[in-house]
């Protein structure tokens, strides 16, 4: 069964302080791994991955995709009490809907 | 502007009481999704529509329908809502179906069933 699992489920950091999430799965056929942020209404759309070892990046946030081991970490430095949100992966593989994780909840505080 | 628009952004109805909720897109895209998401959960692919052609997800009740009248608009209907079904939800739509194609959301419908 396809499964995507994040860790940490939580994360408490301070202002200033550099986050890395991660995203593993196990997927038939992958063909790309998007990051979202959903502070509280919807998600709102990162990154989309598709290649190993190629870093996008985004103001503060990066990614980077390991299609070997089968992960993706986003980054995000120096932390500001705005980048507070649930972070998701997604992934898509044989079929054509994306299967998301449960999310990482990121609390930056001041 | 908003791309993705659901409306209402909160719902309350009774048990038993059917409701729709509805979106429309502004992006001219081929795709339209239903997301269901319970608190601290991964959203849950409901049904989507590739332009015309519905595709419902194995484990989606019954009680859970879905209309496309035309590109701009797609309704949940629900037609009997439990407890249980109180919950965000997402629509969200892409140019194809192809998983390279990003999903642009919704700012989501929270849904009260009393």
């Known amino acids: 069964e396809d499964k995507v699992v994040q860790s940490p489920l939580s994360l408490v950091v301070h202002e200033g302080d550099t986050v890395t999430l991660n995203c593993s799965y196990e997927?038939?056929?992958?063909?790309?791994l998007l990051w979202y942020k959903q502070e509280k209404k919807a998600p709102t759309f990162l990154f989309m991955l598709t290649s190993s070892g190629i870093e996008k990046k985004s103001g503060r946030l990066s990614s980077i995709l390991d299609k070997k081991e089968l992960f993706s970490i986003l980054n995000i430095t120096a932390t500001q009490t705005g980048d507070s949100a649930v972070y998701l992966c997604?992934?898509?593989?044989?079929?054509?809907?994306?299967?998301f994780g449960t999310g990482t909840l990121l609390a930056v505080q001041p | 502007d908003a791309m993705v628009i659901q409306n209402p952004r909160y719902q309350v109805t009774q048990f038993g009481k059917p409701v729709t909720l509805s979106c429309s897109q502004t992006l001219n895209h081929n795709v339209m999704y239903w997301y269901q998401q319970k608190s601290s959960q991964a959203p849950k692919l409901l049904f989507h529509?590739?332009?015309?052609?519905?595709?419902n997800e194995a484990d989606t009740p019954d009680n859970f329908q879905s209309r496309r009248p035309n590109t701009s608009f797609c309704f949940l209907d629900i037609r009997s809502p439990g407890l249980g079904d109180a919950a965000m939800y997402l629509c969200a739509t892409s140019r194809w179906t192809g998983n390279n194609s990003p999903l642009h959301f919704g700012n989501g419908t929270r849904l009260t069933v009393t």
């Open positions: 997604a992934v898509g593989g044989a079929t054509n809907k994306l299967i």
């Open positions: 529509y590739y332009d015309k052609d519905f595709n």
């Open positions: 997927v038939t056929n992958f063909r790309s």
